[in-house]
């Protein structure tokens, strides 16, 4: 029996960091992956997510107006499916709250991303 699933809510922003991340980081690391690399804000609510090298394993984090959250998931087999941009050179991806909850079910999103013109 698994834990229950953390509903997202749709309008959620949400960025995928394309390059891997030392899954070390916690909460200060990723806020400074998210605030200095991504160019983000972490205090305007979206929710960041990254995954490591051999993205075997992901973290995310959110501020949710009293604190930080730092969220991990490793896989005890197999890869996470990565979005890439369409445009080199970006550094993160939009993703929508459905298609964030179809990566980390281990859904290829090669085939079910939007097209390189609907990136925002």
Do not use: C
Not at 48 to 75: C, E, I, P, Q
Not at 100 to 110: I, M
Not at 113 to 120: C, G, H, L, T, V
């Amino acid at each position: 029996m698994g834990l229950p699933q953390v509903g997202l809510p749709e309008g959620l922003r949400i960025y995928v960091a394309v390059e891997p991340v030392d899954m070390r980081k916690q909460y200060e690391g990723l806020w400074a992956m998210a605030s200095g690399h991504l160019g983000l804000d972490p205090k305007d609510g979206a929710l960041f997510v990254f995954t490591n090298k051999s993205r075997d394993r992901v973290k995310l984090l959110h501020y949710d107006g009293t604190g930080v959250w730092v969220l991990a998931k490793r896989l005890e087999a197999g890869r996470f499916s990565w979005p890439v941009t369409a445009e080199g050179g970006k550094n993160k991806v939009v993703l929508e709250p459905s298609a964030l909850a179809l990566l980390l079910d281990g859904v290829d999103l090669k085939r079910g991303m939007r097209k390189a013109w609907y990136e925002r």
